[in-house]
């Protein structure tokens, strides 16, 4: 069973930058898709950004520009790089993967979630 563990999440404030990351428990991940998502309180989960282990990106419309997901295989590491971060960032930030090779946004395709990090940011 792999285990994603997140980390990297805080308190900072609007126009900051943060890099969360997300390890996981075996080196087999690197052929996985891995994901990121959030879900704010009293909100839906909702897809961020998506890679493929040869590197093929998707990102939520909404958010491209301004966070960029990336992969080091060899450490069974993905990260999500965060920019000029606004206070509707507010969410619980989870790591999810999937063992089919493509790309996709739906929450119920990964088969593999780590349990969060709070990431806050103050007006």
């Known amino acids: 069973q792999v285990q994603l563990v997140e980390s990297g999440g805080g308190l900072v404030q609007a126009g900051d930058s943060l890099r969360i990351s997300c390890i996981a428990s075996?080196?087999?991940?690197?052929?996985?898709?891995m994901g990121w998502f959030r879900q704010a309180p009293g909100k839906e989960r909702e897809f961020v950004a998506a890679?493929?282990?040869?590197?093929?990106?998707m990102y939520s419309s909404d958010l491209k520009g301004r966070f960029t997901i990336s992969r080091d295989n060899g450490k069974g590491t993905t990260f999500l790089q965060m920019n000029t971060l606004r206070p509707e960032d507010t969410a619980v930030y989870y790591c999810?993967?999937?063992?089919?090779?493509?790309?996709?946004?739906?929450?119920?395709?990964?088969?593999?979630w780590g349990q969060g990090t709070q990431v806050t940011v103050s007006s």
């Open positions: 890679i493929s282990w040869s590197g093929a990106k």
């Open positions: 075996e080196r087999t991940v690197s052929a996985y898709t």
């Open positions: 999810a993967g999937r063992t089919a090779t493509e790309v996709v946004s739906t929450p119920t395709d990964y088969e593999y």
